[in-house]
C-alpha cells in the first residue's frame, strides 16, 4: 500500500515538472527606433543572443533571435553586419552564418560552415559587390554568393585569420595564428578580388587581429602582440605598395572609424584599465590619447559608431561572466546613457 | 592477546568499514560492547556510511554515484561511463574533499580533484562521507584536516575471517556496456593475500534531446566511449604483539573519448584521453599497551596523455601528456591517557611532480607536509574534541617563477552531547578551518596559471541532532544538522587577453548557510517481508559575496543547488525485492549571475530495480539484479549541455563466496 502511495506521489511530481513554455511573439512589423546587439555569451554555453533595444521606451529583451527564430543563436556570436537588406551573424563555434531580414529580423536561412567532419570555425565579415568574404579558423576566407546564400569557393590565407577589409579593390585578411601561440602568424594576406587569389603576404607584427580601411584607402592592422613583453600596436599598411608605412608608438586593442579618424580601443589585462583614443587617420597623429578614459567602464570590449547621430556605442563585459551593457558618448565623448543588454556585447545594427 | 588481537581486529574492520567515526573512542567501546557501539554509531551526525548490501541494491556505475545518495552533496557530473565526476560538500569546492582508500590518501596534485567517474565501486565493502571529526582508524595525518572526507574500505586490501573469499561481478547495459570484475582472497591466522582486475567498456552512444528555443534538439552523444581496466595483487602480514604488514600494487588504464558539451548545430567532437596508473601502498601497524600505531608509504605514477586532431594550429592538432609522480610516507598513533582521555596525531610528508610534454612548460614539485595533533576528552554523555593540524608547503619549479611557500595552522573543535533511553538522542556542535592548495594547473598551466594564487580558505559551523526513538516492530532514525560556512580566495577562473584565455584568480567569496536532514526507518511487515525507506535533503542557501558593486553580488552561487534530496524505497520478501530510488535537485545557474539565461532546469530521476538472491552451500552467493534507470526518460544535465541519458537498462550479476 505504502509503495502505491508512492508511486502515485511520483507520478504526480513528474507530471508537475514539465513546464510550457508560452509561445514566441510572432511580429513581422518592420523594426524601427532601435538596435539589436549581438551578444556573444561564453564558449561551450551556447548563449550567443541577440539583444533587441527598444529607443523609444529603453526597454531590452535578451531573446530577439529565438523570439524571431523559434530556436537559439547557438555558441559564441562573433560577427554581425548588414548588407543588401540581409543581417548575416556570424556563429564561431557553432559554425554557422544566420542570414535575417533586416526590415523585420525574421531568420532566412542558416549556413552550417562545416569542412566534412571539421568545423571552420567562421570568425569574421566582409563584402564586396555580390559576394561575403568570411574568416574561417581552418586557414581560409569562404566565399559565400549573397544571391543564393551559398559557399562558392574557399581561398587559403594564413593560419586562424580574424578581421578582414577591403581596399583598392583587394581584400586584406589579418592572419592571427592564434591557435599555434606561442608561435603565432605575423602576417596580412592580400586577396585581389578579381581572381580571387592570394597576391601576397605583408608581415606586420606579432598576433594580427582587426583591420580597417580609413578614409583615404590607407588599412590599418592591429598586431596584438603576445600578452606579455610584445605590446600590441597599431600599423599602417599602404594599399597601393602593400608595404608596412608606420608601426604607431601607443597601445592599440581595436579601431572603429569615425569619419576621418579612428576610435582607439584598448583594454589593458593586467592592469584592467579600459581606454579609447581619438586618432586623426588622415593627419596620422593622436589627437587625444584618453578621449574616453576609464572611469566610465569596468571592462571596455568593443565600440562602434553610429554616422546618423554621431554618437560612440561602447561595449562593457563587465567581468565576461555577467551580462554586459552599451554605454552611449557624444560625439565630443561625453557620457550619455547605458542600456543592460546580454553576455559580452560585441556588434550593434541601429535602426533609424 | 587473543582477546586483543580480536579488539584490534574488530576496531580496525568497523572502522575501515566506517561505523566508527571518533576513533579512540571506538576502541574504548568496543572494549564495553560491540552492539552498544553499532548503536550509537548509527546515530552519527557527521558520517553518513554504506554498507556493501546497501551498494548493491544501487548498483551505482561508479563511487560518484553513491556518494550521491548522501546529503550535504551536490554531484557534478559531464555524463557517460568514465566520465568527469565530482562532488563539492556543503558549499565548499570539489578540492575541499580528501580521499582515503584503505587507508591510503588518493590525491591528484595537478587539478586538486579525484574524478569519481573513475573509481569504481565493485570491490567496495564500505564508504563513507565524514564532515567535522573524520570517520577513520589511524588515517594519514592529511585526511584529519580538510573541509571532508570520504572514506572507502574495499574488498581487496583487508584481513577478514573466512578462509577464502571470492567476489565476482557482471554487469550488460545499455549504450554498449559490459563490465566484469573478479578478485579472489585468501585469510589463514598470519597472512592474506589477493588478486583483483576488472575490464569495461562502453560506447556511450545515447539519444538524447533537449530544448533549443521553441524546438526541440534531438542528437545522439558521440565520441563518448570507453575502455579501461585495472588489476592488482594485495598481501597483508600478521606478526607477534598485533602487528602487521600490508603491501598494494594496482595499475589502471583507459581509454576514452572526451564528448565536451553539445554544441548547437555543430556536433564534432574528437578529443581523447588515455591514462596509465601505476600505485603501490604499503602500512605497518600495531598496537603496544595503550598505544596503537601505523607507519604507511605509497608511490603513484599517473600518465595523461589528451588528443584533439581538430583543434586548428599548424601541427594538425594537439597531442600533450601530463605526467604525475606522488610519494607519500607518514605515520599515525593514537594512545589513552587515561581511561576517558585520548591522544591522537601523526605527520605525513607528500611530495608531488608534473611533468607537461609541451615546449616552455613549467616543472613543479610541492612537497606538502603535515602534522596533526589531538585529544579526546569524554565524560558521562558528553565528549568534547579538539586538534590542531600544521601544514607546510614548499614549492619549486625548474622553468619559471614558482609559488610561493605556505605554512597553516588548522583547528577543530567539537562537543556533543548524547543520552540513551526510550529515545537515543545525540547533539554535537563543531567548528573547522581548512584550505585547499591551488592546483597544479591553476598555479603553473601555460597561459591560464597564476603562480601568486593564495590557499583557498574554508570555515565550517555546523550544529546537529539525532534522535532513534526505539520502537519494537519498526526503527527509525532521523539526523538533523544546519551550517554556516564561508570560502574565502575562493579560486575562480575568468577570462583574460580573450574570451578563450582564462586565468585563475583569488577572487571569489562564497557564504552558505545550509540544513540537512536524513531519515531513516526499517519495518518488519509479517514474518517473510521488510520494508526500508530513507530520504535526504539538503537545503544550500550559497551565494556569491565577493564584489559588493557586482551584478552577482549575493546570488546563489553557479552549480549549487538551493535543494536537493533523494528517496530511496525498498520492499523485500526473503531474499527477493524491488528498490526505488530518485534524485532530486531544483534548478540551478550555469553562471553566477541569477538571470533566466543561466538557468539550468533542476530535475527528478527515478529509478526501480528487481534483485534476487540465491543462497547456495558452502556460502556461495548469487545475486541477481535488474535495473531500469530514468525510468521517465527525462532529459537533464548537472552540467549545461552536458546531456545526461535517457532510460537504460543495466543487469548485474553478482556471485560472492563469503
Redesign the interface.
Known sequence: MRSIKFLILLLVVVACKKKTKPPAPVTDTNLKNGMIVLCEGLFQQNNAALSWVDFSTGSSSNTFFTDKASRLLGDTGNDMKVYGGKIYIIVNVSSTIEVMEKATGNSIKQISMMNGSVAKQPRFITFHGSNAFITCYDGYVDVLDTASLTITQRIQVGANPEGLTISNSKLYVANSGGLNAPNVDSTVSVINLQNLQEVTKITVGKNPGDIETDSQGDVYVIARGNYSNIPSRMVKINAQTDQVVTTFPFDAGGIEPMGDNFLISYYNNSTSVSNIALFDAVAETMTNASFIGNAQFTTLYGVQYRPSNQKIYCFDAMNYTNTGYVRIFSSSGTYESSYHVGLNPKKIIFYE | MKQKLFISFFSCSVCMLGYGQDTLKTLKEVKVSTMEVLRMKTLDLGAQTLTREQILLKQPQDVGAILQSFSGITLKSYGGLGGLKTISVRGLGSQHTGYVVDGFTVSNAQTGQVNLGQVQADNVEAISLSVGSKNGYLLPASAYSGGSLVSISTFENRFSEEPFQVRFASKVGSFGQMDNYFGLKFNRAKVFGSVFGKYRQASGNYAYSL?????L?EGTRINNDLKDWYTGASLGFAFKNDKRLRIMYKTNGANQGLP???????S?ANQRLTTQNHTVNTDFSGIRKKLSYRFMGTYNYDLLHYTDP??????GGISTSYTNQSYQLGSSFQRTIFSNFNLFGGIESRYNTLLFSTA?SATPRRLHSFALAGCTWSRPQWTSEVQLSAQQVIEENNAGERAPNRLKFLPFVSIEKEEFGDWDWKAKAWYRHSFRMPSFNELYYN?IGNVKLKPEEADQFSAGFSAKPLRKKWKMEIVVNGFANRVTNQILA????N???WSMQNIGRVNTLGYEERIKISKSIGPNWM?DATGNYTYQHSIDVSNPN???YKNQVAYIPLHTGNID?S?MRKTTG?N?S?TLSSLRY????N?V??QVNG??I?DISLFTKISLPKENNLRIQFSVKNI?N?SYAYI??FVMPGRNYLITLNYAIH
Do not use: D
Not at chain 2, 211 to 215: A, H, R, T, V
Not at chain 2, 590 to 593: A, G, K, R, W
Open positions: 530544448q533549443n528555443g521553441n524546438q534538439y565536451g558539451a553539445v554544441i548547437l548545430y555543430n564534432t581538430s583543434f586548428l594550429n599548424n601541427t616552455n597561459g575568468i577570462p583574460t587577453k574570451l578563450f584565455v520494508m557586482s551584478p552577482s524505497l520492499l524491488v526505488f530518485t550555469s553562471l553566477m549571475e538571470v539565461a543561466n530535475f527528478a527515478f521517465f527525462s549545461r549541455y
